[in-house]
């Protein structure tokens, strides 16, 4: 797949893993961490008064270090605004009052679910976003992958990138998907077995019935993790789930591309999902898995749950569920920070399916889980020390996030296990690592 949509937007017939090719861009993403950056490499490189390639191709969405008082990250968001008015960027997702983010309207959140969200991500497409994380839109059946600042400047001037082509692993996940199973398990479960340098610069192709009963949610999570393997990119092939999704939120044209019947991958995995555990990647690499039921004996201090990888509606509906199922309290502090705007009204308005006509929220609150946060990435990636959440401390926390690298959540002496959020509101209800199997 990678290497058809590759060959499509270099004008060549066909393109080989290893070979350099000039690639059109259809998206270029930032945020308010690299964007100020990368639009001085632009000006410096291309002139003052130079006009980027395509001031609708470009997508400017502030969501890491947003509700802080830090003058330095505010200063941020203040650049890309006065950037978007020189540039005239049609899509610059904007914040001016901190104080209560429903105040405005134009404000999404996470950028990797809100580029999903509007519309962004679309089948057979070229994005580059200045996000490792920008590959969660392979779940699109789109090449996505994060640059750094100064390809994403030369982006900005051309419209085109230098990029060699990856050769690609095929990963077919057959079997019907054990309840108690969600697609952070299959991911964590693959990063485990392949270790995180195992698809250093390679994409990683998805396929298989457990992948096509997927929703678009699902297909997110496994992509989302596939930089953690060292991954270029990931791609699930699209269909009627991807089509659906995607013409629900925009009337652009899109072209879908699928991988040749006698297609070559440099590696060929199979698992069937239906003998699989719940696993978590203990501290201190997304690699490092363990069965959830192996590590019942750790303590925890702490649970989260957010974040491009697991802070989607989806994401929340099923802690959700588990915590109704269970009953009782939460016997830790367990934080929600929703992904965007429109996950946090979802949290709030949207029963939960077999939760009595109940909402994630209500079933929240009822659990004594802390209030839903403002959307962002808060502290999965640390932040300012005023960060929501952030570990401050050398606490032991259960997380949806990505990584759990140290200091990446706050607290360098901080331990961090990466779960599912079945595990998540398993462990937040007993205050240890916990099979969610034990509440089903």
């Given at each position: 797949?990678?290497?058809?949509?590759?060959?499509?937007?270099?004008?060549?017939?066909?393109?080989?893993?290893?070979?350099?090719?000039?690639?059109?861009?259809?998206?270029?993403?930032?945020?308010?961490?690299?964007?100020?950056?990368?639009?001085?490499?632009?000006?410096?490189?291309?002139?003052?008064?130079?006009?980027?390639?395509?001031?609708?191709?470009?997508?400017?969405?502030?969501?890491?270090?947003?509700?802080?008082?830090?003058?330095?990250?505010?200063?941020?968001?203040?650049?890309?605004?006065?950037?978007?008015?020189?540039?005239?960027?049609?899509?610059?997702?904007?914040?001016?009052?901190?104080?209560?983010?429903?105040?405005?309207?134009?404000?999404?959140?996470?950028?990797?679910i809100a580029m999903a969200e509007e519309g962004h991500c679309k089948p057979g497409e070229v994005l580059f976003g200045t996000d490792s994380h920008t590959c969660n839109a392979g779940?699109?059946?789109?090449?996505?992958?994060?640059?750094?600042?100064?390809?994403?400047?030369?982006?900005?001037?051309?419209?085109?990138?230098?990029?060699?082509?990856?050769?690609?692993?095929?990963?077919?996940?057959?079997?019907?998907?054990?309840?108690?199973?969600?697609?952070?398990?299959?991911?964590?479960?693959?990063?485990?077995?392949?270790?995180?340098?195992?698809?250093?610069?390679?994409?990683?192709?998805?396929?298989?019935?457990?992948?096509?009963?997927?929703?678009?949610?699902?297909?997110?999570?496994?992509?989302?993790?596939?930089?953690?393997?060292?991954?270029?990119?990931?791609?699930?092939?699209?269909?009627?789930?991807?089509?659906?999704?995607?013409?629900?939120?925009?009337?652009?044209?899109?072209?879908?591309?699928?991988?040749?019947?006698?297609?070559?991958?440099?590696?060929?995995?199979?698992?069937?999902?239906?003998?699989?555990?719940?696993?978590?990647?203990?501290?201190?690499?997304?690699?490092?898995?363990?069965?959830?039921?192996?590590?019942?004996?750790?303590?925890?201090?702490?649970?989260?749950?957010?974040?491009?990888?697991?802070?989607?509606?989806?994401?929340?509906?099923?802690?959700?569920?588990?915590?109704?199922?269970?009953?009782?309290?939460?016997?830790?502090?367990?934080?929600?920070?929703?992904?965007?705007?429109?996950?946090?009204?979802?949290?709030?308005?949207?029963?939960?399916?077999?939760?009595?006509?109940?909402?994630?929220?209500?079933?929240?609150?009822?659990?004594?889980?802390?209030?839903?946060?403002?959307?962002?990435?808060?502290?999965?990636?640390?932040?300012?020390?005023?960060?929501?959440?952030?570990?401050?401390?050398?606490?032991?926390?259960?997380?949806?996030?990505?990584?759990?690298?140290?200091?990446?959540?706050?607290?360098?002496?901080?331990?961090?296990?990466?779960?599912?959020?079945?595990?998540?509101?398993?462990?937040?209800?007993?205050?240890?690592?916990?099979?969610?199997?034990?509440?089903?």
């Amino acid at each position: 797949m990678t290497e058809k949509i590759l060959a499509k937007h270099s004008n060549n017939a066909s393109v080989a893993p290893g070979q350099n090719i000039w690639t059109d861009v259809d998206k270029l993403l930032t945020h308010d961490v690299c964007g100020p950056g990368t639009f001085g490499i632009f000006q410096k490189e291309f002139g003052e008064n130079a006009d980027v390639w395509d001031n609708e191709k470009v997508v400017i969405i502030p969501d890491h270090y947003i509700f802080t008082a830090d003058q330095r990250a505010n200063r941020n968001v203040d650049i890309l605004r006065d950037i978007s008015k020189q540039y005239n960027i049609k899509y610059f997702y904007d914040i001016t009052d901190r104080s209560d983010f429903r105040a405005n309207p134009n404000y999404k959140g996470v950028c990797h679910i809100a580029m999903a969200e509007e519309g962004h991500c679309k089948p057979g497409e070229v994005l580059f976003g200045t996000d490792s994380h920008t590959c969660n839109a392979g779940a699109f059946g789109q090449f996505a992958t994060g640059v750094g600042n100064t390809d994403a400047g030369f982006i900005l001037g051309t419209g085109k990138l230098l990029i060699k082509v990856p050769p690609t692993m095929r990963f077919c996940l057959d079997g019907e998907m054990p309840p108690y199973l969600l697609a952070k398990d299959l991911i964590l479960h693959i990063i485990g077995e392949i270790t995180v340098s195992g698809g250093t610069y390679k994409a990683m192709e998805f396929t298989g019935s457990a992948i096509e009963n997927m929703s678009m949610e699902e297909r997110m999570t496994v992509c989302n993790m596939v930089v953690e393997a060292g991954g270029k990119n990931g791609l699930c092939p699209p269909d009627q789930t991807t089509f659906d999704y995607v013409t629900a939120r925009t009337s652009d044209p899109f072209e879908p591309v699928y991988a040749d019947a006698g297609a070559n991958y440099i590696a060929d995995y199979r698992f069937d999902v239906s003998k699989l555990e719940p696993v978590v990647a203990a501290p201190h690499s997304p690699d490092n898995r363990k069965l959830a039921r192996e590590c019942s004996d750790v303590k925890i201090d702490r649970v989260y749950i957010g974040s491009c990888t697991g802070g989607k509606t989806e994401d929340f509906q099923a802690a959700a569920k588990l915590l109704h199922k269970a009953g009782g309290q939460v016997k830790v502090p367990t934080y929600l920070v929703p992904a965007t705007q429109k996950v946090w009204g979802d949290v709030y308005t949207l029963p939960v399916p077999g939760c009595d006509g109940k909402t994630a929220a209500q079933i929240f609150e009822e659990a004594g889980c802390v209030t839903p946060a403002s959307p962002s990435c808060a502290a999965c990636l640390g932040g300012p020390q005023d960060t929501f959440a952030r570990m401050n401390k050398p606490e032991v926390c259960v997380s949806t996030t990505n990584r759990n690298f140290p200091g990446r959540m706050g607290h360098k002496e901080g331990q961090v296990y990466l779960a599912s959020p079945y595990t998540a509101a398993a462990s937040a209800l007993t205050g240890f690592v916990t099979d969610p199997r034990d509440f089903f």
